[in-house]
């Protein structure tokens, strides 16, 4: 059901905004419209323009509790803290963290800093040459890089024949060879050429040489690997005092979020508030104004009764014209978790009917009557209500309802896990079960079951348009329009002659054809001029009779059409309830059960675990199409706004 609402406006001193929100607002939810909007014809209001200042502690304290390194659930509230202790905190912890941050980042540039050099000078940490002294020989010329081991071979041949150089192999990583060579100073370009031509790949001696490494090659290795392991143990340690100190502070930042979210919360009602004229007023006062359900707001003024600085008024949604309450649903726990299909179709506007019974019991019942077996329904019922009731899924809690209406077509189908000979069919085996239908011959039961249901669900749908349109004042979609009251005579005329064919009775005939259905086809044809007639416009036929005309013919056509597609969009339930038959007794089948024989046990459970899996997924998927295109295209919009109060009530549960 949809709560019955009262708008309300709430005035008093500016200096008590912030109590009345923390004091009232805070225990009677409220949802707030703009104020400034809603009294537009009242002179002289103002927004309010603070800037909130608790928005970055706020956000602060947020960005710190994410930083945690393992999540720290919330504890009791630290006793003793306000809100002044609580930004000091939050401001204290930021600038801790911003200090561990800068300290982190100087280390990982000097570890950034580090690796060039380590890179270069790692693959000769074994040559115990001094660097400075080999890079600026006098007279001969030295040159470090690599080569590719497949030119490596070729390479040392050649070397080894030619005077004029020497190459000393260092370390050999990847598919590389890392070496230096050596050569007279007046040869130096020649042997490079050589070395070139060889895919030598030198490394430039200047980016040894700005680092200013001293010692052997193999002592500046070993001191860059020292001071590169030290860098990863002051990071270590860093983050483990990082890590300690906001563990340590968890409970009292836990406390600081919520008084500053509360806080900042509360101020961030001025967004929603007006104020009249401070300077033409001695005392300025704020002004509220939103919607609140009628419990709350009884209370809420049974609360304010002795506050004489508030004023408090409200009324009834009928006798604020132009205002559209919010939607709030209030529907027993069993129906809630189905709330979740009519929030993504959309919810219910104020004067609709909530559809959310209606969809739990037609969902259920579909659902079962495609899926009817006793043991597999006791699984989804089983599973389902186990994880609603441990994690809240509300799929799960539809799966549950829709597992015990399985249950229930089980037995009337004699199904036990796809064995059929267990259970007596309470009422027909889906595969097996005909009838004889005049004029088409015979068909499977569970089909022409299923159309009756269709058409049953068809005419319900149209008395519930009716009703909702009656509320909303639509004269149209009462009386004239093809889901209203003309609606409802022509498809019901349908209903029933096909009830009376189907039983072998005569179908109507004469006067009663022409007022069943030949009148509501005229009525839904020119709904629009007997519209303007009832409500007694000025202009009862459109100037350009000729495009309305037209248009009304292709409007009746495509009427007829979605009788029809919808009606036979049934059939789908009766597929369904056959398949998943079919689909078991090749379960059965394969397990070598078909025949009275002893079943393979295994072939039977995972043949079950895969049909209920897989076939419970798609009739879960066909019977939502079933509910948002057959049923609620008929009689629901979902246009409705959702109730969202200024902050959730501290006396509300969850």
């Known amino acids: 059901m949809i709560e019955k609402m009262r708008y309300i406006n709430i005035t008093g001193p500016r200096t008590e905004l912030d109590r009345v929100a923390e004091d009232y607002l805070s225990r009677y939810e409220i949802h707030l419209e703009n104020a400034l909007t809603e009294l537009s014809d009242v002179p002289q209001l103002s927004p309010f323009t603070e800037t909130n200042p608790y928005k970055e502690a ?10 945690l390194p393992e999540e720290i659930p919330e504890t009791e509230p630290v006793p003793g803290m306000d809100l002044f202790s609580a930004r000091t905190l939050v401001a204290e912890c930021d600038e801790q963290i911003q200090a561990f941050t800068q300290e982190k980042d100087a280390l990982k540039k000097r570890h950034d800093e580090l690796l060039k050099p380590l890179r270069i000078i790692r693959p000769f940490k074994d040559i115990r040459y001094d660097l400075q002294e080999i890079l600026h020989f006098r007279h001969i010329v030295c040159r470090l890089g690599r080569i590719d081991r497949q030119y490596h071979q070729k390479l040392t041949e050649y070397i080894y024949d030619s005077p004029d150089t020497i190459l000393i192999d260092a370390e050999t990583v990847d598919q590389y060879v890392y070496c230096l060579w050596f050569a007279p100073a007046h040869l130096a370009k020649k042997v490079g050429a ?6 030598f790949e030198p490394i430039e001696s200047s980016s040894l040489e700005e680092e200013a490494l001293e010692g052997s090659i193999a002592d500046i290795c070993e001191k860059l690997e020292q001071e590169h392991r030290e860098i990863h143990r002051k990071q270590d340690e860093l983050q483990e005092k ?12 836990h406390t600081a979020q919520r008084l500053l979210s509360d806080a900042s919360d509360t101020f961030d009602i001025r967004r929603m508030a007006a104020s009249t004229d401070q300077e033409n007023e001695e005392v300025p006062f704020f002004i509220i104004s ?10 809420f003024e049974e609360a304010i009764k002795d506050d004489e600085s508030i004023f408090f008024m409200s009324g009834e949604e009928k006798n604020n014209p132009g205002r559209t309450p919010p939607t709030k649903l209030k529907n027993p726990p069993l129906l809630k978790p189905f709330e979740m299909y009519i929030r993504m179709y959309g919810l219910p506007s104020y004067t609709e009917m909530d559809p959310t019974w209606f969809l739990a019991v037609t969902y259920s019942f579909i659902f079962g009557a495609m899926f009817g077996d006793v043991g597999q329904g006791l699984l989804l019922f089983l599973g389902g209500f186990i994880l609603y009731r441990k994690k809240h899924v509300d799929l799960a809690g539809i799966i549950s309802c829709a597992g015990i209406f399985s249950i229930l077509f089980g037995f009337l189908y004699g199904s036990l896990f796809g064995f059929e000979d267990i259970l007596p069919a309470l009422w027909l085996h889906p595969m097996t079960a005909m009838m004889a239908v005049p004029f088409v011959g015979r068909l499977n039961t569970v089909f022409v079951a299923a159309i009756a249901f269709g058409m049953f669900l068809i005419l319900v749908c149209m008395v519930f348009n009716i009703l909702n349109a009656r509320k909303a004042g639509d004269t149209e979609k009462t009386w004239f329009d093809h889901n209203a009251v003309a609606g409802l005579v022509f ?8 009830f009376l064919i189907v039983s072998g009775h005569k179908a109507p005939g004469g006067i009663l054809i022409v007022l069943m259905f030949v009148l509501p086809l005229v009525v839904m044809f020119l709904k629009e001029p007997l519209t303007h007639l009832v409500e007694k416009k000025a202009k009862i036929m459109p100037e350009q009779k000729g495009i309305f005309f037209v248009q009304s013919f292709f409007e009746m056509f495509e009427v007829l059409l979605s009788y029809l597609s919808n009606t036979l969009s049934f059939l789908r339930i009766g597929a369904f309830a056959v398949s998943h038959a079919a689909m078991m007794e090749v379960v059965m089948m394969l397990s070598g059960a078909e025949n009275g024989g002893s079943p393979n046990w295994i072939v039977i459970v995972l043949g079950n675990l895969f049909v209920c899996g897989m076939e419970g997924l798609i009739v879960g998927i066909q019977v939502l199409r079933l509910e948002y295109y057959e049923i609620f295209s008929r009689f629901y919009k979902g246009s409705g706004r959702e109730f969202r109060p200024f902050k959730r009530s501290r006396n509300s549960a969850g």
């Open 491 to 498: 498809y019901g005329s349908i209903v029933l002659s096909a």
């Open 194 to 199: 050589i070395y070139s031509s060889m895919h």
């Open 242 to 253: 990082r890590d300690a100190f906001l563990r340590e502070k968890a409970p009292a930042l």
């Open 58 to 67: 706020v956000a602060s304290a947020a960005r710190l509790l994410s930083e």
């Open 290 to 299: 939103g919607w609140m359900t009628e419990d709350s707001a009884a209370a």
